[in-house]
């Protein structure tokens, strides 16, 4: 009978498994190969909050800009066509305003002259306008009141996993214990150790 590679295992143990050695311990399992990362946490203090709200409205502002734009998008659908298509219009000169800037980096008149946050700030108050002068004021308020609470609540509470930071401190001090303490450390040779390790 062909096998195609593969052999049996032999067993090793007696077929009477009731019988166990005297000096038989069962297996500890090692408690340090796995841990659980929760990326949600209270900030300690009203600083710690500040900087993870600066922190994650730089990195997550275009998906909270999205999940306000979507909740907008939604709320306009049933009643108010012209705000909608005023709104997606105003979502396209943005979208082809910021394609323009990563088109031409090097771009001194459109990187340096021209303040980018100016721009977008322009945009958004000229939809906010929009908006109020085709009755749709009340659907960008209540829009800004239910979603932004919620944005406030993911920047103010997620960690996220900030695991590339590496910060030079003295391996003793207390600053191991808070919050925002490194996963690597360099030591005073200059090498990259785990924080665990120190």
């Given at each position: 009978?062909?096998n195609?590679?593969?052999?049996?295992?032999?067993?090793?143990?007696?077929?009477?498994?009731?019988?166990?050695?005297?000096?038989?311990?069962?297996?500890?399992?090692?408690?340090?190969?796995?841990?659980?990362?929760?990326?949600?946490?209270?900030?300690?203090?009203?600083?710690?909050?500040?900087?993870?709200?600066?922190?994650?409205?730089g990195?997550?502002?275009?998906?909270?800009?999205?999940?306000?734009?979507?909740?907008?998008?939604?709320?306009?659908?049933?009643?108010?066509k012209?705000?909608?298509?005023?709104?997606?219009?105003?979502?396209?000169?943005?979208?082809?305003?910021?394609l323009?800037?990563?088109?031409?980096?090097?771009?001194?008149?459109?990187?340096?002259?021209?303040?980018?946050?100016?721009?977008?700030?322009?945009?958004?108050?000229?939809?906010?306008?929009?908006l109020?002068?085709?009755?749709?004021?009340?659907?960008?308020?209540?829009?800004?009141?239910?979603?932004?609470?919620?944005?406030?609540v993911?920047?103010?509470?997620?960690?996220?996993?900030?695991?590339?930071?590496?910060?030079n401190?003295?391996?003793?001090?207390?600053?191991?214990?808070?919050?925002?303490?490194?996963?690597?450390?360099?030591?005073?040779?200059?090498?990259?150790?785990?924080?665990?390790?120190?």
């Amino acid at each position: 009978m062909a096998n195609y590679g593969t052999t049996q295992r032999v067993a090793t143990s007696s077929s009477n498994s009731s019988s166990k050695p005297e000096n038989y311990e069962p297996k500890v399992p090692n408690e340090n190969h796995f841990k659980i990362f929760c990326p949600f946490s209270i900030p300690l203090t009203s600083e710690s909050a500040a900087v993870r709200i600066i922190r994650n409205f730089g990195i997550y502002g275009l998906y909270y800009t999205h999940f306000v734009w979507i909740i907008l998008f939604i709320t306009l659908i049933p009643a108010r066509k012209v705000s909608l298509i005023l709104l997606v219009i105003m979502t396209y000169v943005t979208s082809l305003f910021l394609l323009i800037l990563r088109t031409w980096p090097n771009s001194f008149l459109l990187h340096k002259i021209i303040n980018k946050w100016f721009v977008l700030a322009v945009i958004a108050v000229a939809t906010a306008v929009q908006l109020v002068l085709t009755d749709a004021g009340i659907h960008l308020a209540v829009t800004l009141a239910c979603s932004m609470p919620l944005v406030l609540v993911h920047a103010v509470l997620w960690v996220g996993f900030y695991g590339s930071e590496v910060v030079n401190y003295d391996a003793g001090s207390a600053s191991a214990s808070r919050e925002g303490a490194p996963l690597f450390v360099v030591n005073e040779s200059g090498d990259k150790v785990s924080n665990d390790a120190v």
